[in-house]
């Protein structure tokens, strides 16, 4: 009988269809397994400077530009940045060489409203969304600006084409 | 797999002179010419370009190849009306047969273009000094070849399943899918509360989110680089592209296994 | 003594094999609120050209979708050479031409050939010589094998479509509408392909609404009608067949006693004189007669301006809804 379904031209092959149902199997049971992580299980190494701590002259002096992190916590995208792109040591190293990484944190939906320094720059960068990178001179201008949680790549070649100019 | 639809699947890509317009066109003249745009402007790299060398352009490029998918290439005929699909189908091959080997003809097809395309496109940017590493380059290249193999095995199902409910899905679904390519995951800024402005913002994170979940639930892509750098190993990540892949072409044969050609009067 | 010869011969005679049976086969479509075939059953037999004949709706094509596996019967049972239309090897020894096949424009004739030759399974070192020797039988001329097949006309792609069909030495050809759109020469042509393959005992099918040319291909002929058989005809070549030819003359210049000599010339010919007219005349003839006739009527004065047949048998099996006569 297996036999003579084999020779059928509708015969679908066992192989695969038993692939598809481990498969299946295998994608639940590793959905559930993984879940959703609380918190990364590794942070990234980027030296973040809160914006009210951050200095714009002292960018100017060291000759580098100012990477804007823009962010909320209530953002799942922020989240994801945080652990899945962030943590790359090639974007992390490039960030913490070439750049001065500050981190602006919106507060506008627990706090009602964001503090002067926050709403001048989201304005100034015209951020509508979480989260943006900003790259900026220590003048101010824009050098680059990424919205969304791209990839590791995209994320580094952003980066890098922003040092690759300021050098 | 079937050396003579491999073979003329393959041939029909290149001698189809719609087809190869539309390739060159596509897949090369316009992204490439942005690359050149964009370097000697000094200008940053739009979101089109990205699309245009990321999946939606293997997606672009397929369904250029796809469409009309029968014969040696590209057309599947519904049997109404000409015969030709009917026609291979009466030699002696199984459906399974010609469902695999037309698959792995698009993917190979697919995803050598846009693996050259982004190879040019790499090289130009070498050109004009920007630092990729060959690994980087590599793991580009071989992200395309997974996303043509996806992405063709989807187009398989979406031809073969001529049900007109399952291709209003389908294009919808695709549309959802580009949606979600074209912005990666972001979340709106502004209070949250009451009010239009609320709803309309609350409306477009849900819209953002759905699209993103709709696009990893029917095209779960891989990122190369990512999940070559990921601390953990991207098992989810795997299985779920492995398993869409599996299942797109089973669901592909089963359709095709029942489906039935009728070209005589009706009624 | 002869009687016993006879009776031996007719004892030690070998049955005719079955090449197809099929068996109360019933098929409906849209969830069966189109009922396209009604327990339909027939034998066709090893060597021989087999016709399907009826209106339009009345469960040819159906039929023919079971034979080829692209149908799947709600009922009953097919068996081709004692397996199911939808194996491999029934796939392998059958040949099919699509009333309306689909070519991709881009390919040449033998491009053509060589992928339906690949999708066989075909020896690759006999490809060019068998694509060859194809292209020739079907009489498609060797200045076009490499022109792409969008240039082609109307006969030369129902050409290519014969010639795919005979790749692979198939057993059992299932052809529809094989003549539509040929010239005469394509006609002659087809015709003596089919002939020449009976001899080799290759069994086919032809579904088409070309009654003279069923007439002149086919041992037997079904006539199907609202998804049933309602009677299978041989056509005994052996036999004189009888047909009506209806003469016309000019009834200004006619002389006279232009009946007596119609009626004269019906006589001498030996043919039966149907019905008289002032300027016309029906005969019932063998189609050997009809040189005959027509000498005899001009030998007598009688100015013809046209001699046609009537009807042929089979028209006549049509127009009285497939009942026997």
């Keep these: 009988m297996a036999r003579a379904a084999e020779t059928s031209t509708t015969y679908m092959p066992r192989a695969l269809l038993v692939a598809a149902i481990v498969l299946i199997v295998a994608r639940v049971a590793v959905w559930a397994a993984t879940g959703q992580p609380d918190s990364p299980s590794q942070v990234s190494s980027i030296r973040w400077t809160a914006l009210e701590d951050f200095k714009e002259k002292e960018a100017a002096t060291r000759g580098k530009l100012v990477l804007y992190k823009f962010c909320a916590a209530w953002s799942d995208p922020c989240e994801r940045l945080e652990s899945e792109v962030l943590i790359n040591h090639k974007v992390s190293d490039l960030a913490n060489s070439d750049f001065m990484p500050v981190s602006v944190t919106d507060r506008l939906r627990e706090d009602g409203k964001n503090t002067e320094q926050t709403a001048d720059l989201q304005k100034r960068y015209h951020v509508f969304a979480f989260p943006t990178l900003v790259i900026a001179d220590a003048s101010g201008n824009t050098k680059g600006m990424l919205v969304g949680c791209s990839s590791s790549l995209a994320t580094y070649r952003f980066l890098a084409r922003a040092a690759q100019t300021n050098r | 797999m079937n050396n003579g639809i491999l073979k ?46 990321g999946k939606v352009g293997v997606a672009f490029i397929l369904t250029g190849l796809c469409l009309g998918l029968a014969g040696g290439g590209s057309g599947s005929q519904t049997g109404k009306g000409s015969e030709y699909l009917p026609l291979i189908l009466t030699r002696p091959i199984t459906r399974a047969e010609y469902i695999i080997t037309k698959w792995a003809t698009f993917t190979l097809v697919g995803g050598v273009l846009a693996a050259v395309q982004n190879l040019i496109v790499a090289l130009i940017g070498v050109a004009f000094g920007e630092v990729l590493s060959p690994y980087v380059v590599a793991g580009l290249m071989l992200e395309r070849f997974l996303d043509a193999a996806i992405i063709s095995a989807a187009l398989t199902l979406a031809l073969v399943a001529q049900h007109w409910l399952f291709q209003v899905f389908a294009i919808g679904a695709f549309y959802v899918w580009m949606m979600a390519q074209t912005m990666p995951p972001v979340s709106v800024a502004g209070p949250s509360g009451v009010g239009v402005d609320a709803v309309a913002l609350e409306g477009t994170h849900l819209m953002l989110t759905l699209s993103r979940l709709v696009g990893e639930l029917i095209l779960p892509t891989i990122s190369v680089y990512d999940a070559a750098n990921a601390p953990n190993f991207p098992y989810l990540a795997i299985v779920s592209y492995v398993s869409t892949i599996v299942i797109y072409l089973v669901a592909a044969i089963a359709v095709i296994n029942r489906r039935e050609f009728f070209y005589g009067t009706s009624g | 003594m002869q009687s016993q010869i006879q009776a031996l011969s007719h004892a030690t005679a070998p049955e005719p094999t079955k090449c197809i049976v099929v068996q109360d086969l019933v098929k409906s479509y849209k969830r069966g609120r189109v009922r396209a075939l009604l327990g339909l059953s027939l034998d066709i037999y090893e060597g021989e050209i087999f016709g399907l004949i009826g209106p339009n709706g009345a469960g040819k094509s159906t039929l023919m979708g079971c034979l080829l596996g692209l149908l799947k019967p709600d009922s009953g049972s097919i068996s081709i050479l004692g397996m199911p239309p939808g194996f491999l090897p029934t796939r392998r020894i059958t040949g099919y031409a699509p009333e309306r096949p689909d070519f991709e424009g881009w390919m040449t004739a033998r491009q053509f050939l060589e992928y339906h030759h690949m999708l066989s399974g075909r020896d690759r070192l006999s490809r060019d010589q068998e694509i060859d020797a194809l292209l020739m039988r079907v009489a498609l001329p060797s200045n076009v094998w490499h022109r792409r097949i969008s240039t082609y006309s109307r006969g030369m792609l129902q050409r290519l479509n014969i010639a795919q069909m005979l790749l692979g030495q198939p057993r059992l050809l299932l052809l529809d509408e094989p003549t539509l759109g040929l010239d005469p020469l394509g006609v002659v042509q087809v015709r003596k392909v089919l002939m020449g393959l009976r001899e080799t005992g290759v069994t086919a099918i032809i579904n088409s609404h070309q009654l003279d040319e069923i007439e002149r291909l086919c041992d037997r002929v079904a006539f199907i009608r609202d998804g049933k058989i309602c009677s299978v005809q041989h056509l005994n070549k052996d036999r004189e067949e009888e047909y009506t030819l209806k003469v016309r003359w000019n009834r200004d210049r006619a002389s006279d006693n232009v009946a007596d000599a119609v009626a004269e010339a019906a006589g001498a010919a030996g043919v039966c004189l149907k019905e008289l007219t002032l300027s016309s005349a029906s005969f019932t003839l063998a189609q050997e007669s009809a040189h005959a006739l027509l000498r005899e009527l001009i030998s007598r004065g009688v100015m013809i301006e046209e001699a046609v047949p009537e009807r042929t048998r089979l028209e006549q099996l049509f127009e009285m809804g497939g009942q026997n006569e």
């Design chain 2, 8 to 53: 003329f699947t393959l041939l029909s890509a290149c001698l189809d002179k719609i087809k190869l317009s539309y390739i060159i066109l596509l897949g090369f003249v316009v992204p490439i010419g942005m690359k050149l745009v964009t370097y000697m402007h000094g200008a940053e790299e739009s979101q089109t370009f990205e699309m245009l060398t």
